[in-house]
């Protein structure tokens, strides 16, 4: 039988959570530096690192484990996706619990590394609370994502955040005072409160909407155990690999002759403009990446390599009309975007600079989906590895002799190297063909055919109204593009309907 696909309506209400839950974040952040100032923002930002690097270690990539060794278990005739829960739980029980002892054990010797004293070791104390219950929410959000019920996950990131939010500005205005020890106990306080009402949340949730089919699970604890650990050390080595390239750039930048003050000034602009411009587009293929591992996981446990190779062609083709699409248009327009974002001359240049590897960057959001989805961890964590190296060989060597360029260069030899082997490899384990002129060179044609188009007729200038400009130019490109598309027959009416609508029972 025949089903309608939900995979474009959550991906929509992933996209649309996401966007509300980004918007927040800004506002808070912006409230944040106003109430207590600057340098309350950056304590808070240095215990976020702290406590994000503590999660990682102490849930172990728990949503993605789940949810793809629930998936799998799905696409099992008389499957137990429910004991598979139980393994991860149980899982993050274990890692959550020694991560916790460690941190209480050693809590004046972490405050003296990374904070300036030994005065909030009660603040790491109450850690644990907040990393148990995180790894414990992440293991149910995992399930709800496997099971197709994404608007439970985003009830709960929403409740999640309200009440964390709550906490803390509510905290704030009680304080006068702004020392360390109190900031990061108005963070540590908003934490915990929020992972303990997504625990409750979703556990709730799970207890209600839980099946009473008791059949045998295909996997053992031990089994659970030997497939997660790949899927968590990925994870683990991409976030080391990661922070160690961030930190090495203002280090080569000050070799290269800035002073402290302008290597970590072009930097933040890297950082805090170039990347978000370059990326935001980009969040409607992070919402549909957890669906793709889904997805492709039921049908790798099931067997159906022809669901998988329809699955990967039209991923990778609507994810490259998209991508050509916006890195066109951050060429285009990249020098008025970083100055709007108040990044200057310089964010303009290195947005316009660096737009034309988009379509490379945005191929890896989904790409990485289907390699997960499909079992491939060991080769996922080995690429990662890989790119990585070139990435940051290439600052270590670059950066110091030209500056900013370099960040530039790191950035397209990683992302094309990565990302050629990552399709290469899906093409090879599927089976799927390869259409590099229809995929690519077709959207990219018609992508500046159609820029070329109108600005005939429009005329983008330099005045308070060229915000206002843009957004109709791009627009008007956009539906013209599609439309042209649509013409060639690369996107069929039924298609922008349903342009995922691979799904079947």
Known sequence: MRIKSRIIRDTLLLTAMQLFLDTASLFLNSFIAK?????????????????????????????????????????????????????????????SLGVS???????????????????????????????????????????????????????????EFVIRSGVIVLSALEQNSHTEHMICEIMMRGIITGNIFLLLFLGSAYIMSKKKKRNKCSINFR????T??????????????????????????????????????????????????????????CSISGIIVSESARASASGNRKRIVELTERITKYTLIFAIFISAV?????????????????????????????????????????????????????NYFAEYAVRISAVLIFVPMIGFNGIVISYYSSNIIGNTSRFIRLARTTGMKPRLFGNIIIPAVYSFLTMNFWEVFIHIRDDK?????????????????????????????????????????
């Open 35 to 95: 109430r207590l100032g600057a340098e309350a923002t950056g304590i808070l930002t240095l215990t976020g690192s702290f406590i994000g690097f503590a999660g990682i270690i102490s849930n172990g990539n728990a949503y993605l484990c789940t949810s793809r060794l629930i998936s799998e278990e799905l696409g099992k005739k008389e499957g137990s996706p429910e004991k598979v829960l139980v393994y991860g739980i149980k899982l993050c029980l274990m890692l």
């Open 101 to 159: 002892a460690f941190i209480i054990l050693f809590s004046d010797k972490i405050c003296k590394s990374f904070f300036s004293g030994a005065d909030m070791a009660d603040m790491i104390r109450a850690m644990p609370i907040a990393l148990i219950a995180g790894a414990v929410s992440s293991c149910f959000k995992g399930y709800f994502n496997a099971v197709r019920k994404p608007a439970i996950n985003v009830a709960g990131d929403i409740g």
């Open 223 to 226: 089994k659970y155990i030997t």
């Open 228 to 285: 997660a650990f790949p899927i968590m050390g990925g994870g683990i080595l991409t976030a080391a690999l990661s922070s160690t390239n961030d930190a090495l750039i203002p280090i080569c930048l000050r070799q290269n002759g800035n002073t402290v003050s302008q290597a970590l000034s072009d930097f933040g602009i890297f950082e805090a403009i170039v990347i978000p411009a370059l990326f935001f587009p980009s969040v409607i293929l």
């Open 330 to 382: 951050l060429i285009r327009f990249g020098h008025y975007i970083g100055e709007m974002l108040g990044g200057g001359a310089l964010a303009g240049t290195i947005i316009t600079q660096t737009a034309p590897i988009i379509p490379f960057i945005y191929m890896e959001i989904v790409l990485e989906a289907l390699i997960k989805g499909t079992g491939q961890q060991a080769f996922s964590s080995l």
């Open 465 to 505: 109204n060229y915000f206002v400009q843009i957004i109709c130019f791009v627009a008007l490109w956009g539906m013209s593009y599609l439309l042209m598309l649509g013409l060639l027959g690369k996107i069929k009416a039924k298609s922008i309907k349903r342009p995922l609508s691979f799904v079947h029972n």
